[in-house]
T-cell receptor
Framework: DTEVTQTPKHLVMGMTNKKSLKCEQH?????MYWYKQKAKKPPELMFV???????INESVPSRFSPECPNSSLLNLHLHALQPEDSALYLC??????????????FGDGTRLSIL | RKEVEQDPGPFNVPEGATVAFNCTYS??????FFWYRQDCRKEPKLLMS???SGNEDGRFTAQLNRASQYISLLIRDSKLSDSATYLC????????????FGPGTRLSVLP
């Protein structure tokens, strides 16, 4: 069983809808990530939060809005998405700081389809 | 040049074969190295971290060559259940929490 929990597992939405993806971890990790993954491609980094502050935004369009309410939760708010945004959205967490050899742990993802 | 590169694959091998995957990285300041496996339509799962002295976990052996900026993964006595995409991941925490993924190598173990 994954230690990073994502909801919902599947989401179908229209281009005018507003929805949110949620991620939760209880491993005491202080770094959390959002990735987008298209078929047959590796995960593509979107956002990184470190100690609840946004530390990396990989030039993601503003129709994706991340939020980190506390050290265990990470949200991704979606608004006015395009069909090309259909993908698997993965949340991950890891130790923060400069300790090496600390891997990321992934949730099982939300499969998003934009109609 | 991409920051992390892997064998393009796919690799199709019979059960019981030994298969090796290669990964190169361009950032000499990279500090942490990992192999993940990803099954179709599933999330990446950590297979093993890669340590400087090399490390082994059952049928899996990982090696790191910092001078050549090269990582390898060896799978012995391959099983049908080893069929997956293998992702090489490199991290340099001096650049924040940035884990860089290679493109992945697809393995199919055939009966």
């Amino acid at each position: 069983d994954t230690e990073v929990t994502q909801t919902p597992k599947h989401l179908v939405m229209g281009m005018t809808n507003k929805k949110s993806l949620k991620c939760e971890q209880h491993m005491g990790h202080r770094a959390m990530y959002w990735y987008k993954q298209k078929a047959k491609k590796p995960p593509e980094l979107m956002f990184v939060y470190s100690y609840e502050k946004l530390s990396i935004n990989e030039s993601v369009p503003s129709r994706f809005s991340p939020e980190c309410p506390n050290s265990s939760l990470l949200n991704l708010h979606l608004h006015a998405l395009q069909p090309e945004d259909s993908a698997l959205y993965l949340c991950a967490s890891s130790q923060a700081g400069t300790v090496i050899n600390q891997p990321q742990h992934f949730g099982d993802g939300t499969r998003l389809s934009i109609l | 040049r991409k920051e992390v590169e892997q064998d393009p694959g796919p690799f199709n091998v019979p059960e019981g074969a030994t298969v090796a995957f290669n990964c190169t990285y361009s950032n000499s300041a990279s500090q942490s190295f990992f192999w993940y496996r990803q099954d179709c339509r599933k999330e990446p799962k950590l297979l093993m971290s890669v340590y400087s002295s090399g490390n082994e976990d059952g049928r899996f052996t990982a090696q790191l060559n910092r001078a050549s900026q090269y990582i390898s993964l060896l799978i012995r006595d391959s099983k049908l259940s080893d069929s997956a995409t293998y992702l090489c991941v490199v991290n340099n925490r001096n650049y924040g929490q940035n884990f860089v993924f290679g493109p992945g190598t697809r393995l199919s173990v055939l009966p």
